[in-house]
């Protein structure tokens, strides 16, 4: 899927793992931990409306809460609790259910539940040292790979994932050095690789130079999808198309991605690594 989704389904089995985030199963009233949690947001908040306080657990429209209610300037041990019990919860489900295999910021690492544990970070999108009344949001929380994470620290980042995705935001484009010739025409070291940025103002953090960054280790896989052009000119293709197409594939493009190993189509962007570099190199040399 291009962009993830937090479909109806989701949304429901969340609300009922709330529950158990939040309250005594007994007493079926808040816990020690929710309390906690809930009286430094009020405090801190003002708020006493019990309606505008589930707004900040399950509404949908992140950017306006933010908007509405700031940064905060520390935060308390009970924020990192809440969300940590929300995580051992409600983590492995939410990876399962979106239904995503990549880090949706990078598109590099593979990101996969194991053994029924969650083993993916969950990045706030709003991180939670600044917007503590989004800890628990569903529409703030990003499965990520660790690097990205890590990366992102604390910064509020621009691609949104459940709205857009990594291809909104950049293409890659490969160039030849000068001493092409000398190294052969297919060596990575003959490669250049950049990034273009199509939209500006992705954050304080530098994104474009961590993606520019990290793919150069990643220029064995365009020398390969090179030499794959080679090898399967359009020609190739159309033969290999009459004789398969329809048992085997339902469009040329899905043949042209198994030739490249990797998924093509902007859709598909997170279900396989490295297939937003597939689809911009083989849109460039088409
Ligand atoms: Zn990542």
Known sequence: MYKLNITNKIEREYSEALKEILLTPTTKKFNARAKRYFSFIKNNLAITNKKEIEKLIIGKDI????????????????????????????????????????????????????????????????????????????????????????????????????????????????????DRKKLGFFDEKSLKLEVRLKKRSLGTWDYKKYIEDNYQNHKDIIAEILKRQEMYPQSRIEELYEQFGGRLFSSKDELLGLVHCNFIDKKDINKRPLSKLTKDILEQVK
């Open 63 to 178: 950017h306006l809460l933010v908007q509405k209610y700031g940064e905060f300037d520390s935060v308390e041990r009970q924020v990192y609790e809440i969300y940590e019990n929300m995580r051992k919860v409600f983590g492995y489900r939410l990876v399962k259910l979106l239904n995503i295999k990549v880090c949706p910021y990078c598109n590099r690492n593979y990101i996969t539940n194991f053994a029924n544990k969650t083993t993916v970070t969950l990045d706030h999108y709003y991180p939670k040292s600044k917007y503590p009344y989004l800890a628990i949001n569903l529409h703030n929380l990003i499965p990520v790979c660790s690097t990205c994470n890590h990366k992102k620290g604390n910064d509020s980042f621009k691609i949104y994932p459940y709205k857009e995705s990594i291809d909104d935001y950049i293409t890659f484009k490969f160039s030849w050095f000068n």
